[in-house]
């Protein structure tokens, strides 16, 4: 018994670790949906504003020079938010594929390790995860801890989202 409840231990404990990696893969996806968002948005009040700054720029007003040099500090700064935001999109999709190489590496190790199929499943079944809302049901049902500390050990490596988990 003593090399199975090893076994089993470290399981869970690699468990743990991948589980927390998939919750802030999670919130990091969830934030990539938002600043995807932010692009586009960034992107279309930009491109109206350089069509107002034509525009403005063809009509022969009085004060054209001052609402030419207003126009292009708002262009200035809208591109200077659209880089941002590209670059922080960027970001989360390196994070995306990082995650992604690290879950196929981590089943890949397990199974080298002839860990037992029961916990391989488990393993499956924490990666598949796809909400926060659902963590702590899967967590009730694979480990073997008091509801209390599940909601400690899943809120722990949240930094954006534990709120989903109060309901």
């Given amino acids: 018994m003593g090399r199975l409840t090893d076994s089993l231990r470290k399981a869970s404990a690699k468990l743990d670790n991948i589980e927390s990696g998939i919750d802030k893969m999670s919130s990091l996806s969830e934030d990539l949906a938002k600043n995807t968002a932010n692009v ?11 069509a107002r700054a034509e525009k403005e720029l063809t009509t022969d007003a009085p004060t054209q ?15 200077q938010q659209l880089e941002k935001a590209r670059s922080s999109q960027n970001a ?10 690290q879950q196929v590496l981590v089943v890949q190790y397990l199974q080298e390790q002839d860990i037992e199929p029961a916990v391989l499943e488990q ?5 598949k995860l796809k909400s926060i809302k659902q963590a702590p049901t899967l967590a009730n049902k694979i480990l ?4 209390s500390k599940i909601l400690r050990l899943l809120k722990n490596p949240l930094k954006y989202k534990s709120h989903l988990l109060d309901r």
């Fill in 40 to 50: 586009a948005d960034a992107s279309l009040k930009l491109g109206y504003t350089y």
């Fill in 123 to 127: 393993v499956h079944q924490i990666l």
């Fill in 144 to 147: 073997n801890l008091a509801p």
């Fill in 92 to 101: 989360f999709q390196t994070w995306n594929d990082l995650y992604r190489l």
């Fill in 65 to 79: 020079a001052e609402k030419a040099d207003d126009v292009a500090s708002k262009i200035a700064t809208l591109s």
